[in-house]
DNA sequence: GCGCTTGTTAAAGT
DNA sequence: AACTTTAACAAGCG
């Protein structure tokens, strides 16, 4: 699940757990996970421990005591299990962080999207992998100057790490609903208030996913959240989460930019209304 | 068993 | 040339 306030969670977790604890090894069940040679890292790694985190968007930048950092890429299902030597091994863990107490820090990967590898320069890796400001960082005036100069849809564009780092698909489609913008605007058609509803719902829907865990069941009932299959099972009745919760009219499902996306037709018309 | 999936990116298209 | 769109990646899940 991981967009921005999984990550968040996840470097919260990671901070409440990992830091300041020599590592003895790491396990790695499929090199392909691995951005940098396995012997190059475990090279760098044993010995060392864990002294700070950062996110940048979806990514997470774990600094060591070297001076050098991990990083960690979710892809689409990656999470993390800290636990104890003679606790049950998770499911998918297919990387194994072993610290010289005994705890272990799991790497859960189930698709194999997901990386780890080591990072020298924050900086220089974000500029060369082209991840722009992160989605809570990015001011009103800097969103409103790249989307001016994108000719695609805006909810593509958004997805865009390059544009603003940290928003995903499902996010996205929230983002736009709580906006009231439809999702195959063109991004350049924009007015800045449309640009300034923008800005303000990514903040009221990051901040709300962070503050409860990114479980999103709990999100407040008003969110087109709830329309998404996975999120039913709290709700007996399917049929009601497929209408829209601010208007109760029949939400729209359709491929924007190849990828699912719900939206209410009504509040988020395409032609604009005043 | 078929189609779907929260991300990224190389390749193809304009 | 530069930007945009599409397909592919891997594997689990319903």
Not at 85 to 94: C, G, K, L, N
Not at 151 to 174: F, R, Y
Request: with cysteine; glycine share 6%.
């Amino acid at each position: 699940m991981p967009e921005l306030p999984e990550v968040e969670t996840y470097r919260r977790y990671f901070e409440a757990t990992c830091l300041f604890q020599p590592l003895a090894d790491i396990q790695v069940e499929d090199t392909k996970l691995l951005t940098t040679d396995y012997d190059v890292l475990v090279a760098a790694l044993r010995g060392r421990q864990f002294v700070a985190t950062q996110r940048v968007g979806k990514n997470l930048f774990v600094e060591t005591d070297g001076g050098f950092f991990v990083h960690f890429h979710f892809g689409m299902t990656g999470d993390l299990a800290y636990y104890q030597y003679d606790q049950e091994q998770p499911r998918f863990a297919r990387i194994i962080f072993y610290f010289q107490n005994g705890y272990r820090l799991a790497f859960i990967c189930p698709r194999k999207f997901e990386r780890i590898g080591l990072v020298d320069d924050v900086k220089a890796y974000l500029l060369k992998k082209r991840i722009a400001a992160d989605a809570l960082a990015i001011t009103p005036e800097e969103l409103g100057q790249t989307l001016a100069r994108k000719k695609a849809l805006i909810k593509p564009v958004l997805l865009d790490q390059s544009v603003v780092a940290g928003i995903g698909n499902w996010i996205v489609d929230e983002v736009l609903f709580q906006a009231r913008i439809h999702p195959e605007r063109l991004a350049s058609s924009l007015t800045s208030l449309e640009v300034q509803a923008l800005h303000e719902a990514i903040q009221k829907v990051l901040l709300t996913a962070i503050q409860y865990e990114a479980n999103y069941a709990l999100f407040p009932q008003d969110f087109i959240i709830h329309a998404r299959e996975w999120a039913l099972s709290p709700y007996p009745d399917q049929g009601q989460h497929l209408l829209c919760p601010r208007c109760q009219q029949k939400l729209q499902i359709k491929q924007v930019g190849g990828r699912t996306t719900y939206f209410c037709p009504v509040d988020q018309p395409y032609v604009l209304s005043f």
